[in-house]
């Protein structure tokens, strides 16, 4: 199985602060990684799908980058709306993988 | 607009079976295979199977084998997830969640899982 790493686990951070979020696979998944945001009591939300493209109605200050093995979600400047947990997921092969989460908190 | 409409929450004794149930409205799930999520309470979330195309079959997550069965009705657009020998360690909040952008001919996904049902939670207690 593909295993997904995230780094950090845990991000402090204020409100107009650029924010990066970095996702690693245990193998080559080409673009095929998602990323997901999640808040509390909520089902996740897709932001980003082949490692790059925006989901309609996301945010342009949300980017995803990355191929390969190494992957970074970035919000340019944060908003309230984005203190949240963060998730990347491969889709490359099966079992689908996700990785184990970022909280974007306030600093 | 596309929805996924679960079924309600659900309270089962250790070694029962739990059925959940996943509408897909205003899509056709032969277009849009279903893929199963859950998430314990406090923990990341857990991909728990969906459909292979190039297996033309359901795939389960290694730890699950044996114990989950995922169907689909494709007359009413509705999946189902059984889990059978609960545990507390299957207390989590189950999610169905697809991808609109799966292509059938070709057999390739596309976003990922971009619609999610509104989750599901079994609370497995004695």
């Known amino acids: 199985d593909i295993q997904m790493t995230q780094s950090p686990s845990t991000l402090s951070a204020s409100v107009g602060d650029r924010v990066t979020i970095s996702c690693r696979a245990s193998q080559n998944v080409d673009n095929w990684l998602a990323w997901y945001q999640q808040r509390p009591g909520r089902a996740p939300k897709l932001l980003i799908y082949?490692?790059?493209s925006l989901e309609s109605g996301v945010p342009s200050r949300v980017s995803g980058s990355g191929s390969g093995t190494e992957f970074t979600l970035t919000i340019s400047s944060l908003q309230p709306d984005d203190f949240a947990t963060y998730f990347c997921q491969q889709y490359n092969s099966f079992p689908w993988t996700f990785g184990q989460g970022t909280t974007v908190e306030v600093k | 607009q596309v929805q996924l409409i679960q079924s309600g929450a659900e309270v089962k004794k250790p070694g029962a079976s739990v059925r959940v149930s996943c509408e897909l409205s205003?899509?056709?799930?032969?277009?849009?295979?279903i893929h199963w999520v859950r998430q314990a309470p406090g923990k990341g979330l857990e991909w728990m199977g969906g459909f292979d195309p190039q297996d033309g079959d359901i795939v389960y997550t290694h730890n699950l084998q044996g114990r989950l069965i995922m169907t689909e009705d494709t007359s009413t657009d509705t999946a189902y997830m059984e889990l059978s020998g609960l545990t507390s360690e299957d207390t989590a909040v189950y999610y169905c969640?697809?991808?609109?952008?799966?292509?059938?001919?070709?057999?390739?996904?596309?976003?990922?899982?971009?619609?999610w049902g509104p989750g599901t939670s079994v609370t497995v207690s004695s």
């Open positions: 082949k490692a790059s």
């Open positions: 205003g899509y056709t799930l032969s277009q849009s295979p």
């Open positions: 969640a697809t991808d609109l952008g799966y292509s059938s001919p070709s057999g390739s996904y596309n976003y990922g899982l971009d619609v």
